[in-house]
């Protein structure tokens, strides 16, 4: 899909949240390709903090003509702090609403959401740091290798921006070393000990 494509999609479901008063970060492929990990992806992943009403008031302004979405599911996984997903039926993007999950972790990487600019579009977007941490949980919970290339592809490209002293904290209290130093290795940095 074309860059206007993926900039009208991003527009007009940040407008929706917005209306319905939700906070929200992008997060998953998309932020490893601002990050400098490319790949290629058609989901959104959002993370949302959300009431079911704002849900409900979210879902109330889309269009059955524009987009696939059930409000039950969406109500659902409101209540359970999952997640739900709605379709673009034009353009095929799909966007996942991930509610934030519990934890210290989740809490202050929402707190840390930056502002930038994705496709021309303004966003709210996890912090490089976080996104690597992100990864590092996903990683340790699927055995993903995909997600320690695309940390490795982020410390190459912004090795000197990142704050190593966050990411080794988060690391440490959620036992990711084994990840980390994979994507370390990758990477070509080095296999400093995670600890403080």
Do not use: C
């Not at 074309?2 to 527009?11: D, E, L, P, Q, R």
């Not at 290629?40 to 009403?53: G, K, M, N, W, Y």
């Not at 849900?55 to 039950?72: A, H, K, V």
């Not at 912004?158 to 959620?174: F, G, N, S």
């Amino acid at each position: 899909m074309g860059a206007m494509t993926v900039a009208h999609v991003f527009s007009r479901v940040s407008g929706s949240l917005e209306r319905a008063g939700i906070a929200w970060m992008l997060t998953g492929s998309f932020a490893s390709n601002y990050y400098g990990a490319p790949r290629s992806t058609q989901d959104i992943d959002l993370v949302i903090a959300a009431t079911p009403q704002q849900i409900r008031t979210f879902i109330g302004q889309l269009s059955e003509n524009e987009y696939y979405f059930d409000l039950e599911t969406a109500v659902e996984a409101a209540q359970r702090h999952s997640l739900f997903n709605i379709i673009d039926i034009a353009t095929g993007w799909k966007i996942d609403l991930i509610f934030q999950k519990p934890g210290d972790f989740h809490h202050q990487a929402f707190q840390r959401r930056t502002r930038a600019e994705l496709e021309g579009i303004p966003v709210f977007v996890a912090t490089a740091e976080d996104v690597i941490i992100a990864k590092l949980e996903w990683a340790k919970t699927t055995e993903s290798s995909q997600q320690i290339t695309d940390i490795a592809r982020i410390l190459q490209v912004r090795r000197e921006q990142l704050d190593q002293r966050h990411i080794e904290k988060w690391v440490t209290a959620l036992e990711l070393a084994t990840g980390w130093k994979a994507a370390l290795s990758q990477a070509g940095m080095p296999l400093d000990n995670p600890q403080p």
